[in-house]
């Protein structure tokens, strides 16, 4: 059974040291697959270094992500844009793009620039977004909504909502909501909220590394490997068996990514 990490930080600090034994514990547990999102100007260099490492397995995204936008978010896009032009049908995605208002709204309107921008890329490239939102779902539907037509597709990521909030990113038929750790976590309504609402043909599993590591690993860096928790907690809750969910997220990764 094979499966797909459509979320890694792969190019992090926290993996400098043991990144060729991160990979194999990861392919050794199924994942076939894993997409790696910059988050600034420096990180595009460094994900598309890992990326060249494990060709044909590890495959990037490039993009702005909000809690990076400052004042000189035009000057970061400016050096992003040649090098997504320049990437020869590497690059994957526009990610990891979209709102973050969870701290601060001091750049509320710089993100919502930047983030409109790029959503013109993926528009223009056809390339899917990989979208981060937290505490400005509002702020990304209205926007989103005036590219509907045009979109793409994409992802979600980090889906944590409730039922309503996940009917209303649902209307985007092109994306899929990315489901990772918090999934296991004991607190969390996404077990009861996602058979619901969500037909298997909207998700796609993501670990988010080295982040919100699932439960059994909770308060461990995360890894690729562990994204086998997040697939068993999904059947669990579907009641269906776990190669029913791998089959249906890599289709979905395939439709939304074009990857096969």
């Not at 921008?117 to 977004?129: F, G």
């Given at each position: 059974?094979?499966?797909i990490?459509t979320?890694?930080?792969?190019?992090?600090?926290e993996?400098?040291?043991?990144?060729?034994?991160?990979?194999k514990r990861a392919?050794?547990?199924?994942?076939?697959?894993v997409?790696?999102p910059?988050?600034?100007l420096?990180?595009?260099k460094?994900?598309?270094?890992?990326?060249?490492?494990y060709?044909g397995y590890?495959?990037?995204?490039?993009?702005?992500h909000?809690?990076?936008?400052?004042?000189?978010?035009?000057?970061?896009?400016?050096?992003?844009?040649?090098?997504?032009?320049?990437?020869?049908g590497?690059?994957?995605?526009?990610?990891?793009?979209?709102?973050?208002y969870y701290?601060?709204?001091?750049?509320?309107?710089e993100?919502?620039?930047?983030?409109?921008?790029q959503?013109?890329?993926?528009?223009?490239?056809?390339?899917?977004?990989?979208?981060h939102?937290r505490?400005?779902?509002?702020?990304m539907?209205?926007?989103?909504?005036?590219?509907?037509?045009?979109l793409?597709?994409?992802?979600?990521?980090?889906?944590?909502?409730?039922?309503?909030?996940?009917?209303?990113?649902?209307?985007?038929?092109?994306?899929?909501l990315?489901?990772?750790?918090?999934?296991?976590?004991?607190k969390?309504?996404?077990?009861?909220?996602?058979?619901?609402?969500?037909?298997?043909?909207?998700?796609?599993?993501?670990t988010d590394?080295?982040?919100m590591?699932?439960?059994?690993?909770?308060?461990?860096?995360?890894?690729?490997?562990?994204v086998k928790y997040?697939?068993?907690?999904?059947?669990?809750?579907y009641?269906?068996?776990?190669?029913?969910?791998?089959?249906?997220?890599?289709?979905?990764?395939e439709r939304?990514f074009?990857?096969?």
């Amino acid at each position: 059974m094979n499966f797909i990490d459509t979320h890694t930080h792969l190019d992090g600090e926290e993996f400098r040291e043991d990144l060729p034994e991160v990979v194999k514990r990861a392919q050794e547990a199924g994942v076939s697959k894993v997409f790696v999102p910059a988050i600034d100007l420096p990180s595009v260099k460094t994900v598309m270094e890992v990326c060249r490492q494990y060709p044909g397995y590890a495959y990037p995204m490039i993009g702005l992500h909000p809690e990076e936008v400052k004042s000189d978010w035009q000057q970061v896009l400016s050096g992003m844009k040649p090098l997504l032009d320049s990437s020869d049908g590497e690059v994957i995605a526009i990610g990891e793009v979209g709102l973050d208002y969870y701290w601060s709204r001091e750049f509320e309107q710089e993100q919502l620039a930047a983030f409109e921008e790029q959503v013109r890329w993926s528009v223009k490239t056809r390339l899917p977004l990989m979208i981060h939102c937290r505490k400005a779902q509002n702020e990304m539907v209205t926007l989103l909504k005036r590219y509907k037509a045009d979109l793409p597709g994409g992802v979600f990521h980090c889906f944590t909502g409730n039922a309503r909030e996940a009917e209303e990113l649902l209307q985007f038929d092109r994306f899929v909501l990315g489901i990772g750790g918090v999934l296991t976590f004991k607190k969390s309504h996404l077990p009861e909220v996602l058979p619901a609402v969500v037909p298997l043909d909207r998700i796609v599993l993501e670990t988010d590394s080295p982040y919100m590591a699932p439960v059994p690993m909770r308060g461990k860096r995360n890894e690729s490997a562990y994204v086998k928790y997040v697939l068993e907690k999904l059947a669990e809750s579907y009641g269906v068996a776990p190669e029913v969910i791998a089959e249906a997220t890599n289709a979905n990764v395939e439709r939304v990514f074009k990857i096969v």
